[in-house]
C-alpha cells in the first residue's frame, strides 16, 4: 500500500503542473497590438469605410460583414486589398471571369495582399495580416461583377 501512496503527490504535481500558467503560445494575434477594422456592406453595394490609415508594418485585423439580405448567387460581397500601384480597374475585369475562385482571378493573386472571401447575407468573414512596410495607396475593393463599377471600393493608405 506505501508505494501507492508514494506515487499519489508525484501524480498530483504532473496532472497540475500546468495549471494557471498563462498560455504562451506563438499563435498570431494581429489585433491585439494594433487596429481592428469593422467593414459593413449590404444590399447598396457600398462599404461603409473607403478609408483606412495605418503605419508601416502595423497589425491588422479586417473584418467584413455582409448585412445584406439577396442570396449570395445575386449579392455576394468580399474584401481584396491589391499593392499600390495595382490598376484596379483591370484587376476587376479579371475577376468578372473568375466565378469558379470567388471572383479572385488567377493569373493576378500576386497583386494581392490580404483578403477575405466571398460572404452570403448576415455572414462575416476576417483577416489578419501586417500592414504593408511601404508606404503608399493600397486599393481594396469588391470583385462581386458589377460592386466595383457602382462604388465598392476604398483605400488603405500606409503613412
Known amino acids: 500500500m506505501k ?3 508514494l506515487l499519489l ?3 498530483v504535481a504532473l496532472v497540475t503542473s500546468g ?3 498563462k498560455d504562451s503560445s506563438t499563435a498570431p494575434a494581429a489585433a491585439a497590438s494594433g487596429q481592428t477594422i469593422e467593414i459593413t456592406a ?8 473607403t478609408s483606412i490609415t495605418a503605419k508601416p508594418g502595423e497589425d491588422l485585423k479586417v473584418i467584413l460583414t455582409n448585412n445584406g439580405t439577396q442570396p449570395a448567387e445575386v449579392m455576394a460581397h468580399n474584401w481584396v486589398l491589391l499593392q499600390a500601384g495595382s490598376d484596379v480597374a483591370a484587376f476587376d475585369a479579371a475577376a468578372i471571369g473568375a466565378k469558379d475562385t470567388q471572383y479572385i482571378p488567377p493569373a493576378l493573386t500576386s497583386e494581392i ?3 477575405i472571401d466571398m460572404l452570403g447575407p448576415r ?3 476576417e483577416v489578419d495580416f501586417k500592414a504593408p512596410t511601404t508606404p503608399g495607396d493600397y486599393p481594396f475593393l469588391c470583385t462581386f461583377p458589377a460592386h466595383y463599377q457602382v ?3 476604398g483605400v488603405l493608405t500606409v503613412k
Not at 449590404?42 to 469605410?49: A, E, F
Open 151 to 153: 462604388g465598392m471600393k
Open 113 to 115: 495582399v490580404a483578403h
Open 19 to 21: 495549471c494557471g500558467q
Open 3 to 5: 508505494p501507492r501512496l
Open 42 to 49: 449590404g444590399d447598396t453595394m457600398k462599404y461603409n469605410i
Open 123 to 125: 455572414k462575416s468573414g
Open 9 to 11: 503527490p508525484a501524480l
